[in-house]
């Protein structure tokens, strides 16, 4: 019995040394790269901007696509902008934002721009760390395109960086997952119906699109709130509008 249970311990020395020899040769091409410090810009510039793209877009979205909206109301603490007005008692709205995506991709750049500026300074001093010497020439530009499951962001700033041989960068290109421009066409399409007929039936988006929400939210003054939201991500985009209003305090709050 005893000489059994010494044959069951060196069975299973020898499992657990096997696995550690299997697990090693798997990973050693990612244990090598970190032991030798290899740096990887386009990772150090995701993870730098994750958090300001994702505050940018909280402002953003529930604002109507405005840093500084105007033409707003105030709903909730938030000054909410209209992207389809009329004062106007039994007529339908104008739209105001013809271009709610392209306006929403320059909100974005001019509300990361300084974070971009600063994420490129700390990649510049990672790679000095790191004995290389970089040279960077021009102003930073920043673009951002919003694509259907993305957000691309484009840094125009060329680098050069140099130790035993010279690596040039003209540009970089970074993208984080996002269902933004599914909920920008969402509402896009709703500004449609409610500038051509004075309202929308939000019944019909969700019939088709089951990962989305739509809560419409009716004001005493005629005006409406809508929020698109995707249940996968819990994106959101909130906007305003005011169509086919009746006066009197006739559009009573509800949820449509």
Same mark, same amino acid.
């Given at each position: 019995?005893?000489? =059994?249970?010494?044959?069951?311990?060196?069975?299973?020395?020898?499992?657990?040394?096997?696995?550690?020899?299997?697990?090693?040769?798997?990973?050693?091409?990612?244990?090598?790269?970190?032991?030798?410090?290899?740096?990887?810009?386009?990772?150090?510039?995701?993870?730098?901007?994750?958090?300001?793209?994702?505050?940018?877009?909280?402002?953003? +979205?529930?604002?109507?696509?405005?840093?500084?909206?105007?033409?707003?109301?105030?709903?909730?603490?938030?000054?909410?902008?209209?992207?389809?007005?009329? +004062?106007?008692?039994?007529?339908?709205?104008?739209?105001?934002?013809?271009?709610?995506?392209?306006?929403?991709?320059?909100?974005?750049?001019?509300?990361?721009?300084?974070?971009?500026?600063?994420?490129?300074?700390?990649?510049?001093?990672?790679?000095?760390? =790191?004995?290389?010497?970089?040279?960077?020439?021009?102003?930073?530009?920043?673009?951002?395109?919003?694509?259907?499951?993305?957000?691309?962001?484009?840094?125009?700033?060329?680098?050069?960086?140099?130790?035993?041989?010279?690596?040039?960068?003209?540009?970089?290109?970074?993208?984080?997952?996002?269902?933004?421009?599914?909920?920008?066409?969402?509402?896009?399409?709703?500004?449609?119906?409610?500038?051509?007929?004075?309202? +929308?039936?939000?019944?019909?988006?969700?019939?088709?699109?089951?990962?989305?929400?739509?809560?419409?939210?009716?004001?005493?003054?005629?005006?409406?709130?809508?929020?698109?939201?995707?249940?996968?991500?819990?994106?959101?985009?909130?906007?305003?509008?005011?169509?086919?209003?009746?006066?009197?305090?006739?559009?009573?709050?509800?949820?449509?």
């Amino acid at each position: 019995m005893e000489k =059994r249970g010494q044959v069951t311990i060196y069975v299973i020395i020898a499992i657990v040394i096997v696995a550690v020899i299997v697990l090693v040769y798997l990973f050693y091409p990612r244990i090598n790269t970190i032991v030798s410090g290899e740096f990887n810009p386009q990772n150090f510039l995701q993870n730098r901007l994750e958090d300001p793209l994702s505050t940018a877009k909280i402002t953003l +979205s529930q604002q109507g696509g405005y840093s500084v909206p105007e033409g707003f109301i105030k709903y909730e603490n938030n000054h909410v902008k209209y992207l389809c007005y009329t +004062s106007e008692y039994y007529k339908p709205c104008k739209v105001q934002q013809p271009l709610i995506k392209d306006n929403y991709e320059q909100e974005i750049q001019k509300l990361i721009q300084k974070d971009v500026e600063a994420a490129m300074q700390e990649l510049k001093s990672q790679y000095e760390r =790191r004995g290389y010497g970089v040279s960077q020439t021009g102003s930073i530009k920043t673009s951002i395109e919003i694509v259907p499951d993305k957000i691309k962001v484009y840094i125009d700033s060329p680098l050069i960086v140099t130790k035993e041989t010279s690596q040039t960068f003209d540009n970089f290109e970074v993208e984080y997952t996002s269902k933004m421009y599914f909920l920008l066409m969402t509402a896009t399409s709703i500004i449609d119906f409610e500038s051509t007929y004075g309202d +929308s039936e939000t019944s019909l988006y969700i019939k088709y699109y089951p990962n989305l929400i739509i809560e419409k939210n009716k004001l005493d003054d005629g005006s409406k709130i809508y929020n698109v939201e995707d249940v996968t991500t819990k994106e959101s985009f909130t906007f305003a509008t005011r169509s086919l209003a009746w006066p009197g305090g006739l559009g009573l709050r509800e949820n449509g």
